[in-house]
Nanobody, 119 residues
Framework: QLQLVESGGGLVQPGGSLRLSCSAS????????IGWFRQAPGKERERVSC???????EYADSVKGRFTISRHNAFNMVDLQMNSLKPEDTAVYFC?????????????WGKGTLVTVSS
């Protein structure tokens, strides 16, 4: 499996912002689609966003207009900028890699980073 590492999680107040990063050290992210997923306690994993190899972003309705996914190919990273955070955004966030944004059978996952939105 391809290995990914997430970073940037933490505690933030409602309305605040966080930037998550997904990086890889042993392969080039340029050639893959990268997706961000989240899983809250007691809930199923949800796909939040995905960026195609061409840099086109896709978003779940729940985060549209608040989250932005972007590629930073020079640094072999994909970021997820999260603004106007809500308590319901609290979850462990994972990034995954696949050949396209359908993410039918991801080629690799990170271990996740926890985002807590609370006052």
């Amino acid at each position: 499996q391809l290995q990914l590492v997430e970073s940037g999680g933490g505690l933030v107040q409602p309305g605040g912002s966080l930037r998550l990063s997904c990086s890889a050290s042993r392969f080039n992210l340029d050639y893959y689609a990268i997706g961000w997923f989240r899983q809250a306690p007691g809930k199923e994993r949800e796909r939040v966003s995905c960026v195609t190899r061409d840099g086109i972003g896709e978003y779940a309705d729940s985060v549209k207009g608040r989250f932005t996914i972007s590629r930073h190919n020079a640094f072999n990273m994909v970021d997820l900028q999260m603004n106007s955070l809500k308590p319901e955004d609290t979850a462990v966030y994972f990034c995954a890699v696949d050949s396209d944004c359908r993410m039918v059978n991801a080629l690799g996952w990170g271990k996740g980073t926890l985002v807590t939105v609370s006052s």
